[in-house]
């Protein structure tokens, strides 16, 4: 008897960390962060001033996600403030190669739990598409569940965008256009 309860608990503990596994990478880890500083419209990780026109200014982030070639917060004075932080995650001219990472960071994120400072905790939630190789572009929208509060208004986009002969990859995170309704993915043709 002592045997098999041994095994149920050593089979639960490898339940309970393969699934925390599931939540807890890098990508995630990154992206919490970001999420976090939302409400201080990126104050904390704004790093240096890299260009500035008109009607915006562009800063290093501080926060990088792996392999990516720039991750920047910029901040759009017209019409009114509004923020964002966006991260070229992959840019590449293999299709294949580009499919396979926006598959791979979709799966990172979606359901992922994210914790937020003085607030509950939210699952990131976004319906997934193929990429194909005749679309221009491919966009996830992710919405945080419940949307409360200061993060009622944030959006996370995941999008695979062909540019020339290359295909490019971004994350970004900003506020959610009032227009805008829609959460799920969209593809342009």
């Known amino acids: 008897m002592r045997n098999?309860?041994?095994t149920i608990a050593a089979i639960c503990i490898s339940a309970a960390l393969s699934a925390q596994g599931v939540f807890a990478n890098k990508t995630q880890s990154i992206l919490e962060k970001v999420i976090q500083d939302y409400p201080n419209h990126f104050y904390?990780?704004?790093g240096e001033l890299i260009g500035q026109a008109h009607q915006s200014a562009e800063y290093r982030s501080t926060l990088q996600l792996p392999g990516s070639s720039s991750c920047i917060v910029t901040l759009y004075t017209e019409p009114t403030n509004f923020y964002s932080w966006t991260c070229t995650v992959l840019d590449v001219e293999?299709?294949?190669q580009a499919r396979s990472r926006f598959r791979d960071i979709y799966g990172q994120l979606s359901n992922s739990i994210i914790h937020c400072n003085a607030q509950k905790t939210f699952i990131l939630s976004g319906q997934y598409e193929e990429p194909e190789p005749e679309k221009k572009m491919t966009h996830v929208a992710f919405a945080l569940v419940p949307g409360v509060g200061d993060l009622k208004k944030l959006k996370v986009d995941?999008?695979?965008r062909q540019d020339g002969k290359s295909f490019?990859?971004?994350l970004c995170v900003n506020d959610q256009d009032p227009r805008e309704d829609v959460q799920g993915?969209?593809?342009i043709k």
């Open 4 to 6: 098999i309860s041994l």
């Open 44 to 46: 904390n990780i704004k």
């Open 94 to 96: 293999n299709f294949e």
């Open 158 to 160: 995941l999008s695979l």
């Open 168 to 170: 490019k990859i971004a």
């Open 185 to 187: 993915a969209m593809t």
